[in-house]
């Protein structure tokens, strides 16, 4: 399995950027995906999951509202479009996929990560 995550980049408070997360030997329709950050000297946050084989989806509460997960079955691709930016969303970001049913929010159930792409945001 492996996962490419890309689209990251500098970009104003305000401002949006798209994530996309290239995935190889596991289908993102029958695998829950998501989504995680990691910025210097914190431990990982969760973003947001999508759940296999639906539409179901789960936000952390930093980025509700802000954030929309999706995936294209096609091109076995799962995005993050990310809005109204902040600073504090400057981060690591990674993509990550469990075998659980769930739209887990625990890093330690996710098996398979992407490299990460980094994303900064200027005030």
């Known amino acids: 399995v492996q996962l490419q995550a890309s689209g990251g980049g500098l970009v104003q408070a305000g401002g949006s950027l798209r994530l996309s997360c290239a995935a190889s030997g596991r289908s993102v329709t029958t695998y829950t995906m998501g989504w995680f950050r990691q910025a210097p000297g914190k431990e990982r946050e969760f973003v947001a999951a999508?759940?296999?084989?639906?539409?179901?989806?789960r936000y952390g509460d930093s980025v509700k509202g802000r954030f929309t997960i999706s995936r294209d079955n096609t091109n076995n691709a799962l995005y993050l479009q990310m809005n109204s930016l902040k600073p504090e969303d400057t981060a690591v970001y990674y993509c990550?996929?469990?075998?659980?049913?769930?739209?887990?929010?625990?890093?330690?159930?996710?098996?398979?990560w992407g490299q990460g792409t980094q994303v900064t945001v200027s005030s």
């Open positions: 999508i759940r296999w084989g639906s539409s179901t989806t």
């Open positions: 990550a996929t469990t075998p659980l049913a769930s739209t887990t929010t625990l890093s330690a159930d996710y098996d398979y």
